[in-house]
C-alpha cells in the first residue's frame, strides 16, 4: 500500500491565555492598549497618514513594557512561549537566544482589514489577541510555496486544512498565535461592529 510521506510542515503554535491568571492579564491588557492608543497622537496621524483603518502603535511607540507595567509582564508570558515554538521548530540556536525585537499595538475598526506581508529581520512573530467581537475578522496565512505552484489546479472547498492554499484562523480574546516570520498572512475585512484589538511582536536572534 502507498505511503505519503509529509514533508515541509509549517506550523503555526497557539495557546489560549484566557483561563486562571491569563484573563486577569488579558483584561489589563485590553484597559492599556485602549488608553495608550486614545493618546498616542503620533500614531493617531501615522495610521491616517497611511490609511490605516483605526490604530497602531507600530511606528510611534518602542517602550510599550517602559510605558505601562502590564506590557512587562506579556513580555515574560512572550519568552516562554517563543522559546518553546523554537523547541518544536528544531531550531539549532548555536549558542544564541531569541529577543524580543518589537512590540506594538494594533486596533482594527470596523471595515478595516490588513494587506498580506511578511515580517522581515525576524526569527519568529506572532499576535495576542484583546478583543475579538462577534464576526471580527480571523488571520489568514498563505502557503509559502505559492509562487511555485504553476500549473497545480485549484483545491477542493473540502479539501483537509493541511492541502489548502489559504487557512484562515480564527481567535479569541486571549488566543496567542506565533508563527515563522516568513509566513505570509494577511487581516481580511473586519466584519464586527467593534474594534479587533490585538498586540502584535517579532524576536530577532541574538
Known sequence: MARVQELFVTQIYREELQRGPGLALIQELEEAAREISAHDRAGQAWAKANDYPGYTSYASLNDLPDRHPVFGDLVGVLDRHANAFAKILEFELNGKRLTLDSLW???????????????????ISGTLYLAVPKDASAIKYEDPRLPMFMAAPPRKPSAKEKNKTFVAVQPAAGTLLLWESWLRHEVPVNHAKAERISVSFNYRLD
Open 105 to 123: 499595538i494594533n486596533v482594527l475598526k470596523p471595515g478595516g482589514y490588513h494587506t498580506a506581508h511578511i515580517h522581515p529581520h525576524s526569527v
